[in-house]
């Protein structure tokens, strides 16, 4: 078999198994939410890992706690690894994901330049929050998707589950299991506006005019970790298999491929493996950027 039918042959089985075990993760806590008094469950644990509440904490005063230990390893791990983070377990990003693979669309419809806005944003964002203004929790990442699925997906759930009990009752009290009979769905702890309904929708519809359009342009947790990533340990390196096909650049859903092939802008890279699994060649591959002349990469 060719290398051109390998290399077609190969998917982002391990990306995407992380991807879906973290969102799946998430939403099991967000469940577990509505009964936090009584099960002890960690239900902030991803809020606690979203680089941008660590920023604020820092900048309005506030000791860190325990719960935002997570979110300093992942800055400090993608100093070392890349912005693994948005591709692999923030459960926003996997929602644009999947909104992304609907879009039958004209790729890169907004300018590179505007890249520069999620930076602006997160500097306005921690003046902000330095000043008193209570807006912090209005753009991390994963305070979006946490609101937005406890708007959404939890009452769906709730209202599912209550009418699967209500038919069960009757069954419940001809046999005797009293327990069951007066069983009731426990109602979810979450209040959300309706405003992050239409942010998040917005979010998701973004991604018409651009793929990850809010990783790539407005996240200002994503600007955190794509300084933090600008020159990772690990990253992508290209060997000299490659035929300059052009597929991995078009594969790209952050643009980080630069028109030489060769080279990476690792602060936008997020290791979504896509460029890799896509190279007819097998040429692209992620690991330890060894050698000097492994390091490409754009400013």
């Known amino acids: 078999m060719s290398k051109s039918k390998r ?8 990306k995407r198994l992380v991807q879906w075990a973290s969102f799946i993760l998430f939403l099991l806590l967000l469940l577990l939410t509505g009964n936090a008094q009584d099960t002890g469950a960690p239900v902030d644990i991803f809020m606690g890992l979203d680089p941008l509440v660590v920023a604020g904490v820092l900048v309005s005063g506030h000791g860190l706690t325990w719960v935002l230990a997570g979110g300093v390893l992942v800055v400090l791990s993608t100093i070392f690894l890349g912005r693994y983070f948005c591709s692999m377990v923030c459960p926003l990003g ?3 994901d999947a909104a992304d693979r609907v879009y039958k669309r004209r790729r890169n419809k907004v300018a590179l330049g505007f890249r520069k806005y999620k930076y602006l944003i997160l500097l306005a964002v921690l003046a902000a929050t330095a000043f008193g203004l209570p807006c912090l929790h209005l753009f991390p990442p ?19 589950l209550d009418g699967l009990l209500a038919l069960g009752m009757p069954v419940s009290g001809a046999l005797g299991l009293d327990s069951l009979y007066f069983a009731e769905i ?3 702890r979450f209040a959300t506006l309706p405003f992050v309904l239409l942010v998040f929708v917005g979010i998701l519809a973004a991604g018409r ?3 990850r359009f809010w990783c790539r342009y407005l996240c200002p947790a994503g600007a955190i970790l794509a300084f933090a990533g600008r020159r990772p340990v690990v990253g992508r390196s290209v060997n000299d298999q490659c035929v300059r096909c052009g597929k991995c650049a078009r594969a790209c859903p952050m643009d980080a491929v630069a028109e030489n092939i060769f ?4 602060s936008e890279c997020t290791v979504c493996l896509k460029c890799r699994d896509v190279c007819p060649e ?8 060894k050698a000097r002349t492994d390091w490409h990469y754009t400013e």
Request: proline share 8%; hydrophobic share 45%.
């Open 7 to 14: 290399g077609r042959g190969r998917g982002p089985g391990f």
């Open 94 to 96: 996997a929602s644009i």
């Open 142 to 160: 994963l305070s979006l998707a946490e609101r937005f699925y406890g708007l959404l997906v939890l009452p769906g759930i709730y209202f599912i």
């Open 186 to 188: 426990p109602v979810s």
């Open 209 to 211: 005019y651009s793929p």
């Open 263 to 266: 080279d990476t802008d690792f």
């Open 282 to 289: 097998e040429a692209i591959s992620f690991g330890f950027l």
